[in-house]
T-cell receptor
Framework: QKEVEQNSGPLSVPEGAIASLNCTYS??????FFWYRQYSGKSPELIMS????GDKEDGRFTAQLNKASQYVSLLIRDSQPSDSATYLC???????????FGQGTILTVHP | DGGITQSPKYLFRKEGQNVTLSCEQN?????MYWYRQDPGQGLRLIYY???????QKGDIAEGYSVSREKKESFPLTVTSAQKNPTAFYLC??????????FGQGTRLTVV
């Protein structure tokens, strides 16, 4: 079993729709959870971080964390073509611990 | 201008040659990381350092070496023992209880 696993892609949604990206992790001691967006040929950039159970909203983005189910998700509302990218889920177990990444999900938003 | 700087952006290596990738930061972060990214595989940890003159192997350290003589610098050497070095290499910095920030990456190609 992979330590961090993301839903297989690619994911294609029409402009204006909600895109749902999912991630599961195996280490119950995980403390911090991150979503990164990566455009082709570029480095990852942080979109959201979440540390406690529940929802965290930032503009069109909502991160959801359920530690009991070992599940974290990212919702993108009113998807735009500029949201087309690879989305990486990352999990950390200790304060200075290394991040473990999922394999990424490619999202395409078509006009 | 603060941040994390990787150089060069593109690097070509001949068979049997060692090459060194540079990573410099001026944000005074203790922890620095090197990741490798191959298509469809997310990011995999090569080496990391949480303090000057100390570093640990990550998940795929074979064929790589690092040094941490200064807090600002964490160079990665890809040795001739690394048989499949073609990849996108990312350096990251991370503070205590914070997310990781990435440099712009170095794309290494074997010629």
């Amino acid at each position: 079993q992979k330590e961090v696993e993301q839903n297989s892609g690619p994911l294609s949604v029409p402009e204006g729709a909600i895109a749902s990206l999912n991630c599961t992790y195996s280490d119950r001691g995980s403390q911090s959870f991150f979503w990164y967006r990566q455009y082709s040929g570029k480095s990852p950039e942080l979109i959201m971080s979440i540390y406690s159970n529940g929802d965290k909203e930032d503009g069109r983005f909502t991160a959801q964390l359920n530690k009991a189910s070992q599940y974290v998700s990212l919702l993108i509302r009113d998807s735009q073509p500029s949201d087309s990218a690879t989305y990486l889920c990352a999990v950390r177990t200790t304060s200075y611990g290394k991040l473990t990444f999922g394999q990424g999900t490619i999202l395409t938003v078509h006009p | 201008d603060g941040g994390i700087t990787q150089s060069p952006k593109y690097l070509f290596r001949k068979e049997g040659q060692n090459v060194t990738l540079s990573c410099e930061q001026n944000l005074n972060h203790d922890a620095m990381y090197w990741y490798r990214q191959d298509p469809g595989q997310g990011l995999r940890l090569i080496y990391y350092s949480q303090i000057v003159n100390d570093f640990q192997k990550g998940d795929i350290a074979e064929g790589y070496s690092v040094s941490r003589e200064k807090k600002e610098s964490f160079p990665l050497t890809v040795t001739s023992a690394q048989k499949n070095p073609t990849a996108f290499y990312l350096c990251a910095i991370q503070g205590r209880d914070t997310e990781a920030f990435f440099g712009q990456g170095t794309r290494l190609t074997v010629v």
